[in-house]
């Protein structure tokens, strides 16, 4: 059977392509965001992760408002990164896992998700850059993937409440695939951040370092908040917090912090990372 | 009572509702379609032509005529694709705040990273 070995949240802003491309790592402004990823790789060497369950939002590379659909997933051979119109660079195609997909997507349409399945996505940098920063060294990402897209644009949004029920039931699709492999989810977002509006630039640390608290020992803590309560505490894109909720729920019952990094800011973003491994 | 008689009020905020993703369709749809180099060029060529040929209103074509960002948001933009038209600019999503609150660049860098002082 397939094995959950952990979870990953981070931050991914475009800016941290820019910064990749540009080999900033060491610089003063980045180096704080950067140095919270070596412990990351550590661990999934000792790991050793065959698959990553990716669970973002898309900022319309893939979908426009035309079809909206409000959890995507997935179920493609491979999966290309594209221009997103403002110039970092396009990263090499992931590899699917189409078994696994497949059997996500069933066991969550039969636990009652009315998912939009996708047998070709194309994935932003929402879910490139993430993976490039667990992976740096490594021309193409060297685990297969499965993208499951959480509608972040148009509202209404999925409540936490929902997604946190979504991650939960993701969580035992995959423990239930009748395949030896080792899984690691990875949420990508956040944390507090504001692009719009003459509130931009608002980040809340406060809320972030409570929400991160809140995923080791008090995991459906955040479910408490509407979507619209959410942006008042952590600005109009800290909503993309919901990544987080759901990997954390698809841990299952109790989780140990294996690591954890919290920076503001890099570009308008307070940066938030964790890891998470299932006690027991 | 309308639809979005109970909508939250949060300061300098809007939420992408229904009423926003309809006023604003046109104009996001034309930003969606920066994501290709080619139509980026197009719109470059011939800005004017380009906001006719995806159906804005004169309120949407005269922000973007004035690359004046608080006004693309309320003829109905939404960031996520007003970033791609940020993109043709140059400009980044700081310039984009800076832009917004109404200070330099500079300043707007700096309350963040005051943000991150811990005190
Ligand atoms: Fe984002």
């Known amino acids: 059977m397939a094995k959950i070995v952990g979870g990953i949240c981070t931050s991914h802003v475009p800016a941290i392509g820019r910064a990749i491309a540009g080999n900033l790592q060491e610089d003063p402004y980045w180096k704080p965001f950067f140095d919270g990823f070596p412990p990351v790789r550590k661990w999934l060497d000792e790991v050793k992760p065959d698959v990553a369950v990716v669970i973002y939002n898309d900022h319309g590379l893939n979908f426009f408002l035309d079809k909206m659909p409000t959890f995507a997933v997935g179920a493609a051979e491979q999966y290309f990164n594209a221009d997103e119109g403002w110039g970092i660079p396009t990263l090499p195609p992931y590899s699917g896992d189409t078994g696994m997909s497949w059997h996500v997507i069933n066991q969550l349409v039969e636990k009652e998700f009315d998912l939009t399945t996708c047998q070709e996505m194309l994935v932003d940098h929402a879910f490139s850059l993430p993976l490039k920063l667990l992976w740096p060294d490594s021309p193409t990402c060297p685990v297969r993937t499965v993208p499951v897209c959480i509608n972040t644009v148009q509202y209404p949004l999925p409540s936490a409440k929902r997604c946190f029920k979504l991650g939960k039931a993701l969580g035992e699709a995959i423990a239930s695939w009748d395949d030896d492999v080792r899984v690691v989810i990875v949420g990508t977002g956040g944390l507090s951040h504001q692009l719009d509006g003459e509130r931009a630039g608002f980040v809340n640390r406060d809320f972030d370092l409570a929400f991160m608290e809140s995923l080791i020992n008090d995991p459906e803590w955040a479910t408490q908040y509407s979507n619209e309560e959410i942006v008042e505490k952590t600005g109009t894109q800290g909503v993309e917090l919901l990544m987080w909720l759901a990997t954390r729920a698809a841990l299952g019952g109790s989780v140990r912090k294996v690591h954890s990094n919290y920076h503001i800011p890099i570009s308008n973003t307070a940066a938030g990372l964790i890891v998470m491994e299932p006690k027991g | ?119």
């Open chain 2, 1 to 119: 009572m309308t639809a979005t008689a109970a909508r939250r009020e949060i300061p300098g905020t809007r939420i992408f509702d229904a009423e926003m993703a309809q006023k604003g369709y046109a104009l996001n749809k034309m930003c969606y379609s920066f994501n290709s180099a080619d139509n980026r060029s197009a719109f470059s060529r011939d800005e004017d032509a380009y906001c006719r040929q995806y159906g804005l209103n004169a309120e949407q074509t005269e922000a973007i005529r004035t690359r004046n960002v608080l006004g693309l948001l309320a003829a109905g933009g939404n960031v996520y694709y007003l970033a791609k038209f940020a993109g043709i600019l140059g400009l980044d999503v700081q310039d984009l705040g800076a832009a917004q609150t109404g200070m330099t660049k500079e300043a707007f860098k700096a309350m963040l990273v005051a943000a991150g002082k811990v005190d």
